[in-house]
């Protein structure tokens, strides 16, 4: 019989990079684009484990927009994990402001929209 990915879905669990381990031009590479950006500040503003990868309002397709959570979670930004046949997220906001500090405040300001 085969075996089921952790977690009992039918995909494999994503794969997460430490924070610490995120170079300053990752970061701001992955910060660069306005559908990341646009993601990282509406999960700033929604609790851990709140948001489905389909609950954001977001101009890109389905294949598209699991390319920028891919792209957030290579560069220590996004945690993610299943539950039942849906994929929640978490900014890992704090592990982030500890590897670089005050970033994200910078790019969360209302002023920086």
Avoid at 63 to 84: C, I, K, N, P
């Amino acid at each position: 019989m085969a075996q089921q990915p952790a977690g009992g879905g039918h995909r494999p669990a994503p794969v997460h990079t430490d924070p610490a381990q995120v170079t300053m031009l990752a970061a701001l590479s992955a910060l660069a684009d306005p559908v990341r950006l646009q993601l990282v500040r509406e999960l700033a503003h929604s609790g851990d484990w709140t948001r489905t990868c389909g609950s954001f309002d977001v101009p890109v397709g389905k294949a598209a927009l699991s390319h920028h959570f891919s792209v957030l979670r290579g560069a220590g930004l996004v945690e993610q994990r299943d539950e039942g046949p849906k994929r929640v997220n978490r900014l890992r906001r704090a592990e982030f402001d500890a590897r670089f500090p005050g970033l994200l405040e910078l790019l969360l300001r209302p002023d920086e929209v």
